[in-house]
């Protein structure tokens, strides 16, 4: 792996910033970060840290407990030599702490409109392919329903290359279970766009280029 490549350094980065992430526990980490450093052996690079909000609580009383949570990571982040850590500001709902280095950024984000989650989050380590090479995190993730019937409804939206990878690894390891269904099916009825838009999407034509950028590692 090429050390002076831009995702390396993101990704070395990333894992300086998940001790300090993990200290607030009622976030869990979830999406791309989570399945390719946690669950798969490592099979893409992955460089942001979407972060689910555990507690079922009302947006009302949510939204301060996420952004106060997230002023404290990032004014921890801000201690750091080297590290500039920024909490977004733009609109009241903007949940986003950017972390930048003179070689690196990378964002920090919760979804303003999914709170909770359908099982408790398990505390995981880093897979040993990670480990090996960034060293050693650990912090709470969302239980497999959770984070792939996200990923599901992702793939359904976005139409990114990556989503598509990430579901095609659970699909080739035949993991696609009952349960992890019924993920897809609480997050498909929790989406913030029509269920027929959702599952009938305008299917867009994917470049090589992102599938190669996004997946490469």
């Avoid at 980065?13 to 993990?22: D, E, F, N, R």
């Avoid at 490592?42 to 009383?61: G, H, N, T």
């Avoid at 080739?172 to 279970?177: G, K, S």
């Amino acid at each position: 792996m090429d050390i002076q490549a831009p995702y390396y350094r993101q990704v070395a980065l990333l894992m300086q910033v998940l001790p300090y992430v993990a200290v607030e526990r009622e976030f869990a980490l979830k999406g791309g970060t989570a399945i390719n450093l946690f669950i798969r052996d490592f099979p893409r690079l992955s460089v942001d840290i979407d972060l689910a909000w555990v507690p079922l609580e009302s947006r009302a009383i949510a939204l301060p407990h996420i952004r106060d949570a997230l002023a404290r990571i990032a004014a921890n982040l801000q201690q750091q030599a080297g590290m500039n850590a920024v909490l977004q500001a733009n609109r009241s709902d903007e949940m986003r702490v950017v972390v930048t280095t003179d070689s690196a950024q990378i964002k920090i984000e919760v979804s303003p409109v999914a709170r909770g989650t359908l099982y408790p989050p398990q505390e995981r380590e880093v897979v040993g392919a990670v480990e090996d090479v960034f060293g050693y995190a650990s912090l709470p993730v969302v239980s497999l329903p959770d984070l792939y019937g996200g990923k599901l409804c992702a793939a359904l939206d976005r139409q990114h290359p990556r989503d598509f990878y990430d579901v095609k690894l659970l699909l080739d390891a035949q993991e696609l279970n009952r349960p992890i269904f019924n993920g897809f099916i609480a997050y498909l009825l929790s989406h913030n766009r029509p269920l027929a838009e959702v599952l009938s999407p305008r299917w867009r034509k994917i470049l090589l280029n992102p599938f190669t950028v996004n997946s490469a590692g």
